[in-house]
């Protein structure tokens, strides 16, 4: 299929001489091949990707690079969060190099966000930076962690804390590889689509509630709220790169969601990223209520959607507990967006209405941890 069919959706991500399109549509896997040829012709192609991905969508995409005329490597990781580990880079680069790739050739992800993380930070430091593809797989890593250049592997200390900003030359969002998900790992993406109305678009947060089925049943509905996040994202990316000022709003749910996944050692079993997202975005709202900043009409509002598309909104709902409150406040003390010892978090004043709070006080955080962890 062309690259310029109808039936492909554009979003352009405008930064300059490195802005980039995202793509999203059917078909785009089959079609990659041709697409990469006529914009980066010649290059040869490094494909990560993991085990279980690898066997259903990297065939298809071999085979259009042959045709293309592309030389390719295939590079295979392990599934799970605990692929994002400096063994694993390790791996990945010293691949790419035996395989004698060039910094202008191309690092390819082809997965969810694990691989897009774990590729990416390859890519930005492999020869000093080498060309970078996402061909996003899962509902999460299309509408978030494909888009906008974050990269990176986790440390014994915390999630996502070596890294580096690298933006890919081209997204490729190919609609019908999300049929092949699980219902478990497609709602933990919703969760992610919720968020961009949770933040700051109330409109689309309504629109949501009326249509979640058509997004879950696949179609226009899916198609339209694709685009609607990666328009959202793209349009924070553009105003603030590096998550210096209001990017850092496109982590409501993830200061606490971040600290529940380390409190499950990054067990998928028990939790993945974007159930531990929706807690932590249920936490933000019921944390914005305690301290007086939303209703609390509010907070059940989100919490009961998320609830009705079967997403987990209490920490009563994580297989075998989160720990303690010493456990939660020391995984929060190692975020990223902790400035100079000081807590911030993305709190809301309603639907739409997210807010960057620095300076929280953390005595109110433990506070809140304690009775939320007694809610049972």
Not at 50 to 65: F, I, K, R, S, W
Not at 74 to 96: S, Y
Not at 275 to 292: N, P, W
Request: aromatic share 6%; charged share 20%; proline share 3%.
């Amino acid at each position: 299929m062309s690259i310029d069919a109808p039936e492909t959706t554009r979003v352009p991500v405008a930064l300059g001489d490195r802005s980039y399109d995202i793509l999203i549509g059917s078909g785009l896997i089959a079609s990659a091949g041709a697409t990469l040829a006529a914009r980066f012709p010649g290059r040869a192609v490094a494909i990560v990707t993991d085990a279980t991905v690898g066997d259903l969508h990297a065939p298809a995409l071999e085979a259009g690079l042959t045709a293309a005329g592309l030389r390719h490597h295939r590079i295979t990781v392990p599934a799970g969060e605990a692929t994002k580990r400096f063994a694993m880079l390790e791996e990945v680069v010293d691949q790419v190099l035996a395989h004698r790739l060039e910094r202008g050739d191309l690092v390819l992800a082809l997965g969810g966000g694990v691989v897009g993380d774990l590729a990416g930070f390859a890519a930005a430091i492999v020869r000093r930076g080498m060309g970078f593809v996402q061909m996003p797989t899962s509902l999460l890593a299309q509408v978030d962690s494909s888009v906008g250049g974050k990269t990176g592997i986790n440390s014994r200390h915390g999630k996502n804390l070596v890294g580096a900003f690298y933006q890919p030359g081209l997204v490729l969002a190919d609609t019908d590889v999300l049929d092949t998900l699980s219902t478990r790992e497609f709602r933990a993406g919703y969760a992610e689509v919720a968020k961009y109305g949770l933040i700051d678009d109330p409109g689309f947060f309504s629109w949501l509630e009326a249509n979640w089925r058509g997004v879950f049943q696949g179609g226009k509905d899916r198609v339209h709220a694709i685009a609607t996040s990666c328009r959202a994202k793209a349009a924070v990316v553009a105003r603030d790169e590096t998550e210096t000022g209001d990017r850092a709003l496109l982590n409501l749910g993830h200061t606490f969601g971040h600290a529940l996944e380390a409190a499950t050692r990054y067990d998928g079993t028990r939790l993945v990223h974007g159930e531990a997202v929706a807690i932590g975005m249920c936490q933000a709202f019921r944390f914005s209520a305690k301290l007086g900043l939303c209703s609390s009409d509010a907070a059940e509002r989100m919490t009961a959607h998320l609830k009705t598309v079967g997403l987990p909104t209490e920490l009563a709902h994580v297989p075998g507990g989160v720990g303690d409150v010493d456990g939660l406040m020391a995984a929060i003390g190692q975020d990223k967006k902790v400035a100079r010892g000081k807590l911030t978090f993305i709190l809301a004043r309603g639907i739409g209405e997210s807010f960057i709070a620095k300076d929280v006080d953390p005595a109110a955080v433990r506070a809140f941890l304690a009775e939320d962890l007694a809610r049972g």
